[in-house]
Structures are given as structure tokens and as C-alpha cells.
């Protein structure tokens, strides 16, 4: 698990969106073991509850391309530090892409699972076409029964900027190319 090192804070600045002096910007200093010093930034409004927030290593990393195949309940736990700008994929079921929505944060394979099936819950209840609502309730029960420790699934997680890191000895991490 990170421990909190350092953390600075700095309340009343100008929000982006409804341009009320609400904004609390932060950062905060973390150690992550068998990755390194992280930073986790994050903007939040008082006033229209916008969020952004973003994780970077302290030292400059090469882009990457982390791999791991989760085999069983206890493979959920495993740590992800995942940036703005990193590509998680589930072949086959779904990824989440960066763009100016993106947020950084650390969580596990349990959390980023659950933000999938969250995305694919928005598909199937707002979707008109059968076969796509078929295929998202078909999907939401592949996701649980991973999430039982019934089902075998990979998460890829690629990032330009090296900020991101599946935390774990099972886990493969390759230059991306």
C-alpha cells in the first residue's frame, strides 16, 4: 500500500469550468513500493464539484507496456498506479482510454475492473439495440465472475509517459514500442 509522505494544499483559486474562486489544488508526495516516488495532483470545486487529478513518478520513466493475467480472487488486490495519459485494456471486453477526462490515480485490479463494468453498465442501460445490451450483460457477467475468482482475465495497461505500473511479480513490464 502507498504511504503518505508530504502534502501540500492550496484553497480559494480560480476554477476552470464556473470560474468561482473555489478550487482547491493539491499534491501530495507517495512512496509506492517496487515503483518509486509518485506525485498524485488533483483539482477539486467547492462550488460546480469539478475533478481532474493525475499521478507522475518523480523520476522520468520510458513508456510502457504493463501485462498481467489475473488468475484467481487474490490476483484483485494487486496494486495499479495508472496516469492521465495511460491506455488500460481488457482484450475483448472493454478499455479506458486518456483524453481530457482521464484521471490519474493508484487503486487495484478490483478497481479498475469495477470502473469497466461501470462503463459497461452506462451501455446497457442506455443503449436501444438488443444485440448491444445482450453483449453488455454478457460481459457484465464475465467481469463477475472474475471478481468471484471464477474467470481468468488480462489487463494491459500502455503509457506514454511511464507513469503508470502494475505492482506486482506477475506482471510484465516492456518498453513500449
Keep these: ?58 523520476e522520468q520513466k520510458e513508456p510502457c507496456k504493463c501485462t498481467i493475467e489475473i488468475k484467481g480472487k487474490p490476483d484483485l488486490a494487486i496494486r495499479i498506479v495508472k496516469s492521465a495519459e495511460a491506455t ?19 487503486t487495484n485490479i478490483e478497481g479498475i475492473i469495477n470502473k469497466i ?23 457484465l457477467k464475465k467481469l463477475q465472475k472474475v471478481l468471484w475468482g471464477n474467470e481468468k482475465l488480462k489487463i494491459i495497461i500502455e503509457d506514454q509517459t511511464g507513469n503508470s505500473a502494475i505492482i506486482s511479480e506477475k506482471a510484465e513490464r516492456k518498453k513500449l514500442k
Design 117 to 139: 463494468k461501470e462503463q459497461i453498465e452506462y451501455v446497457k442501460e442506455t443503449e436501444e439495440e438488443k444485440d448491444a445490451k445482450k453483449k453488455a450483460k454478457n460481459l
Design 1 to 58: 500500500m502507498a504511504k503518505k509522505d508530504n502534502s501540500n494544499t492550496l484553497k480559494g483559486q480560480l476554477c476552470p469550468m464556473c470560474r468561482n474562486k473555489t478550487l482547491t489544488l493539491s499534491e501530495t508526495e507517495t512512496e509506492v513500493p517496487f515503483f518509486g516516488k509518485l506525485f498524485v495532483f488533483s483539482m477539486k470545486c467547492e462550488s460546480c464539484k469539478f475533478f481532474k487529478s493525475d499521478v507522475e513518478a518523480a
Design 88 to 106: 488500460v485494456k481488457i482484450p475483448h471486453v472493454g478499455s479506458i482510454e486518456p483524453g481530457p477526462a482521464s484521471q490519474g490515480y493508484v
